[in-house]
């Protein structure tokens, strides 16, 4: 991996491993749909100019089609699925661990649908596992404790395969359109669908007024976890290919879990201080050409 793939590895790792800290703020004052409806709006509110700049908005109107996939397989479904699953019927660390099922349907959908057979080796697979079991220590065995609700489990299964689809199918059927065009018209397109119930049931149950860290939480999760999230994964698409750049999967589950140990009072476990370098060496093995 180049210098700047891997400076764009870690940005986007870290862009998306922070949602999970700043949600557990966001869901105290407002409801999911409200929280899906802000992310978007203020995402689509930053790309939509910086789309327009780029003169993408129309390229990206006439691949409707691609607009609209992207948009059901990367947001609109996977945040209901994720934050419905996590409501109550699966742990956070569960959660982790099925999203970063991401790299496996990955290699598999870069081999089969976008033709790309370099990513396909023995010691990629090998990494893949070895970034997969860290992440088991790293998120704890007790995460897989307790009765296990299958269809949700499903839930967040098709939720990583829509992560999966969504950026392969842009990638395949508008290889010419700039990438932000299609984020900007997806993010406005998902609000739209969130807005009827956002405003139906704005707040969280049993709450009147919002406080001002639900507001920041908000627009962190709009500005850095979606518009700057998004730019820098298609960058990365880009520079690395898809089937490596879904291993950001793997940083953001780590990314998420060391918030909680330096601001969510977590404790810090021997499964994490081992689990981190075998995410690191997986990561490493698994983006390697071969």
Request: hydrophobic share 60%; proline share 5%; aromatic share 12%.
């Amino acid at each position: 991996m180049s210098r700047k793939g891997l400076l764009l590895f870690l940005a986007c790792g870290i862009a998306w491993g922070i949602p999970y800290f700043f949600i557990r703020f966001a869901v105290q004052d407002f409801s999911v749909p409200t929280i899906i409806l802000f992310r978007t709006a203020i995402g689509a509110l930053v790309l939509l100019p910086v789309a327009y700049r780029r003169k993408s908005l129309m390229p990206a109107l006439r691949a409707w089609k691609t607009v609209i996939a992207f948009a059901l397989l990367e947001m609109v479904g996977p945040w209901w699925l994720i934050n419905s699953a996590e409501h109550g019927h699966i742990n956070s660390g569960l959660a982790g661990l099925l999203i970063a099922t991401v790299p496996f349907f990955a290699m598999a959908v870069g081999y089969f649908y976008l033709g790309d057979k370099s990513s396909v080796h023995p010691k990629n697979i090998i990494g893949l596992v070895i970034g997969f079991a860290g992440l088991l220590l790293l998120v704890g065995i007790d995460s897989l404790a307790g009765h296990l609700e299958l269809i949700w489990v499903g839930a967040m299964i098709l939720a990583a395969l829509g992560y999966t689809l969504a950026p392969a199918i842009a990638t395949k059927t508008a290889p010419n359109v700039e990438f932000t065009g299609i984020l900007a018209w997806s993010m406005a397109l998902t609000a739209a669908i969130y807005a009827i119930p956002a405003a139906i049931t704005p707040l969280a149950a049993g709450v009147t007024s919002p406080h001002v860290i639900g507001w920041v939480s908000l627009a962190i999760l709009g500005v850095v976890c979606s518009a700057l999230a998004f730019v820098l994964y298609f960058a990365l698409i880009q520079e690395v290919a898809f089937s490596r750049a879904s291993l950001i999967t793997y940083v953001n589950t780590a990314v998420a879990i060391f918030m909680g140990v330096l601001w969510g009072a977590e404790p810090f476990t021997l499964g994490m201080a081992v689990g981190l370098p075998l995410v690191a060496v997986g990561s490493y093995f698994a983006s390697r050409k071969h």
